[in-house]
């Protein structure tokens, strides 16, 4: 089973910076690949962005683009989000998930925890 951990979540002030991270275990192959999902309270939750690690593929969301950077550690297993220039509706629970070796096929596992994110005026 493939489990998943986020962390690096906090408050911060609007303009500054975070970096989360998801640990993933459980892959039995470099053909992973892990997405990024937040979501607001009374929101669904939404896409963020995703890595392949197979290809090395980056998939970001419009909302995001430009702030916030996706990328992989392979031996490590893990993933980070750096977020960049934030601003209060990027508030929320932002989870990583299993996107079962691609991110272009919607289909997905295992789920994180969940690492809250919430940014001030």
């Known amino acids: 089973e493939v489990q998943l951990v986020e962390s690096g979540g906090g408050l911060v002030q609007a303009g500054e910076s975070l970096k989360l991270s998801c640990v993933a275990s459980?892959?039995?192959?470099?053909?992973?690949?892990i997405g990024w999902f937040r979501q607001a309270p009374g929101k669904d939750r939404e896409g963020v962005g995703c890595?392949?690690?197979?290809?090395?593929?980056?998939y970001a969301a419009d909302s995001v683009k430009g702030r916030f950077t996706i990328s992989g550690d392979n031996a490590k297993k893990t993933v980070y989000l750096q977020m960049n220039s934030l601003t209060p509706e990027d508030t929320g629970v932002y989870y990583c998930?299993?996107?079962?070796?691609?991110?272009?096929?919607?289909?997905?596992?295992?789920w994180g925890q969940g690492t809250q994110v919430t940014v001030t005026s």
């Open positions: 998930v299993d996107a079962l070796g691609s991110c272009t096929e919607g289909d997905f596992g295992s």
């Open positions: 459980g892959f039995t192959s470099d053909d992973w690949a």
């Open positions: 890595i392949n690690n197979s290809d090395g593929r980056l």
